[in-house]
């Protein structure tokens, strides 16, 4: 979940853009891209990597001129990080473009039926299914931008700071936001988007932070018009005053990023939850797990190899996953197994965790654990890092970034998506009862 930065005015917008992307690079990201609209054209470049490659491709790409202008860092967690899925993503059309911040829960049964009604799909991303779905909404109830908005909104679970233009409205940006953040900042006669105030602090000190479930419309020479996405209902909203500095607008208000990351425990372990556990069907469901649950079911033992945080990770699943599925459980460090001949064997599930993905111990063990026919399961937190390609399967922790050198939100999410393992088998196995489950 990484940044936004959006211009609309009488400035060129991607120099505004860019600029502010970078005072977002603090926040981590594998991607980067920038829609310009000049009115006439839409202008996109975006690449994997960093906000400086990102400029040198814009240079060799496209025209920069353009007074609106969308940009974006992303944190991949649907697809790997790529070009392709990198944001912004065009519609079928090619009239919206849009960037996202968060977690389209429910993408696949929308994408399933926007593929039966002729869409395709460039990417593997849960926001190219969002574009979509406003454009169809958009062309087949004849409404405007913001209604399709308001209405694919209301069809969506999931988490999202979104900003989406439409190549016939060049005077207006729509933006909303659930559970991740995007503050409006309005200047004289120009508005600015982004995920916080650091990439328009130097231009005004007025903004308008959404609330969730809140969308506005950003109209060019307009006041910024913010309503309710379930209700429709008008929202007054707040301009504040900001007193802040950059330092610590870019830390969130707070000294260091290891404490700010501590506070963002608990919408860590909220997106790590999403989607999966299903109290309301009394069900957890985790794709990786499902479509493998034999092998664990019917494994001798659970092998954990994990290194650092990520090995403390794995002591604390040892009890849990002793304790609910009966299932015997070792857990080693990656670093001695690798290099030790241990004993494994084809009825052993091996469970890899490793926040970055790229562990190279954790690596190795995994590489180890498959020559000698195991089945491994990874647990970590980079979309489409080596851990995640190198095992059978997995589960993400969608913890986001983490900067903080001593682990924080990574570590409690990674004992939640091992919870989740551990619940599931034993549901499954009948080791603790539909009581205890609930
Ligand atoms: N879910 C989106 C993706 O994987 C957005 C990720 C983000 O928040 O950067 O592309």
């Known amino acids: 979940m990484c940044g936004i930065v959006g211009y609309i005015g009488h400035r060129e917008a991607y120099p505004v853009v860019l600029k502010g992307l970078k005072r977002l690079e603090y926040r981590g990201y594998d991607s980067a891209g920038v829609a310009i609209y000049d009115g006439k054209n839409i202008k996109l470049s975006k690449t994997k990597g960093k906000v400086a490659d990102l400029e040198s491709r814009v240079k060799d790409e496209i025209s920069v001129d353009g007074s609106l202008?969308?940009?974006?860092?992303?944190w991949a967690t649907h697809g790997e990080p790529n070009d392709v899925n990198s944001h912004p993503h065009y519609s079928n059309s090619g009239e919206l473009v849009i960037i996202h911040n968060g977690i389209i829960e429910n993408y696949e049964p929308l994408k399933q039926e926007l593929i039966n009604r002729g869409y395709t799909f460039q990417s593997d991303t849960d926001t190219e299914v969002l574009v979509n779905l406003i454009e169809d909404v958009k062309k087949n109830e004849d409404v405007k931008l913001g209604k399709a908005?308001?209405?694919?909104?209301?069809?969506?679970?999931?988490?999202?700071?979104?900003?989406?233009?439409?190549?016939?409205?060049?005077?207006?940006?729509v933006v909303a936001r659930l559970g991740s953040p995007l503050v409006i900042g309005i200047g004289e006669e120009e508005f600015f988007i982004a995920s916080d105030a650091?990439?328009?602090?130097?231009?005004?000190?007025?903004?308008?932070?959404?609330?969730?479930?809140?969308?506005?419309?950003?109209?060019r020479g307009k006041k910024v018009k913010v309503r309710k996405i379930k209700d429709d209902s008008l929202v007054d909203p707040y301009v504040q005053e900001l007193q802040l500095n950059l330092e610590q607008i870019e830390k969130g208000g707070y000294d260091h990023f290891m404490l700010k990351e501590i506070y963002?425990?608990?919408?860590?372990?909220?997106?790590?939850?999403?989607?999966?556990?299903?109290?309301?069907?009394?069900?957890?469901?985790m794709a990786g797990i499902d479509d493998n649950i034999e092998k664990f079911l019917n494994a001798n033992r659970i092998l954990v190899v994990a290194c650092g945080t990520s090995w403390h990770a794995g002591l604390v699943a040892e009890y849990v996953f002793e304790n609910l599925t009966r299932i015997p459980v070792e857990v080693e460090y990656a670093s001695e197994f690798r290099y030790r001949n241990p004993i494994i064997t084809e009825n052993d599930v091996v469970i890899a965790i490793s926040q970055s993905g790229e562990t190279a111990d954790?690596?190795?063990?995994?590489?180890?654990?498959?020559?000698?026919?195991?089945?491994?399961f990874g647990v970590c937190n980079v979309v489409g890092s080596s851990i995640s390609r190198e095992t059978d399967a997995g589960a993400y922790t969608h913890a986001g970034p983490e900067i903080g050198v001593a682990s924080t939100k990574a570590f409690t999410t990674?004992?939640?998506?091992?919870?989740?393992?551990?619940?599931?088998?034993?549901?499954?196995?009948?080791?603790?009862?539909?009581?205890?489950?609930?």
């Open 198 to 219: 650091t990439p328009f602090i130097e231009y005004t000190n007025n903004a308008i932070y959404l609330e969730d479930e809140e969308m506005a419309i950003v109209r």
């Open 149 to 173: 908005v308001q209405i694919a909104l209301n069809q969506v679970v999931g988490a999202y700071a979104i900003a989406v233009f439409d190549k016939n409205k060049p005077d207006e940006i």
């Open 69 to 74: 202008a969308i940009g974006h860092t992303r």
């Open 264 to 285: 963002e425990q608990p919408r860590a372990i909220l997106d790590t939850f999403r989607g999966r556990m299903l109290s309301n069907e009394g069900i957890i469901r």
């Open 414 to 438: 990674q004992i939640t998506v091992l919870t989740l393992i551990a619940l599931k088998l034993a549901q499954k196995k009948g080791t603790i009862s539909t009581s205890e489950f609930h």
């Open 362 to 376: 954790t690596l190795a063990a995994i590489k180890l654990a498959k020559s000698k026919g195991a089945f491994v």
